[in-house]
């Protein structure tokens, strides 16, 4: 059984940055195409980034994100990143990180079949 979870999150002022983890236990991250999303208050979960296994291909949401936040993986530590500079109100939410044995790469929150319990961030103007 595949576990994710989170962790990182917090309360940051307009402007700061935040690195969020994703720690992954029961397999090896190494095959796993890992992605993160969010979820604010009476919104839908958004995709937010996802990186695949075999050769570190990145994909972003649109222009809201890219260019602010970079996802990156250290399969040593079994541990998916998401680092996010500069930060906006419009950020807030819960961000989940979710995984699939795969060597693709999926922007679509139905096709991850492993999910953490998410962890908080609030961005304060």
């Known amino acids: 059984q595949v576990q994710l979870v989170e962790s990182g999150g917090g309360l940051v002022q307009a402007g700061g940055s935040l690195r969020l983890s994703c720690a992954v236990s029961g397999r090896t991250l190494s095959r796993y195409a890992m992605g993160w999303f969010r979820q604010a208050p009476g919104k839908e979960r958004e995709f937010v980034a996802a990186i695949s296994w075999s050769d570190d291909r990145t994909y972003y949401a649109d222009s809201a994100v890219k260019g602010r936040f970079t996802i990156s993986r250290d399969n040593a530590k079994n541990t998916v990143y998401l680092q996010m500079n500069s930060l906006k109100p419009e950020d807030t939410a819960i961000y989940y990180c979710?995984?699939?044995?795969?060597?693709?790469?999926?922007?679509?929150?139905?096709?991850?079949?492993?999910w953490g319990q998410g962890t908080q961030v609030t961005v304060s103007s």
């Open positions: 979710a995984g699939k044995f795969t060597s693709g790469i999926y922007s679509s929150r139905t096709r991850y079949d492993y």
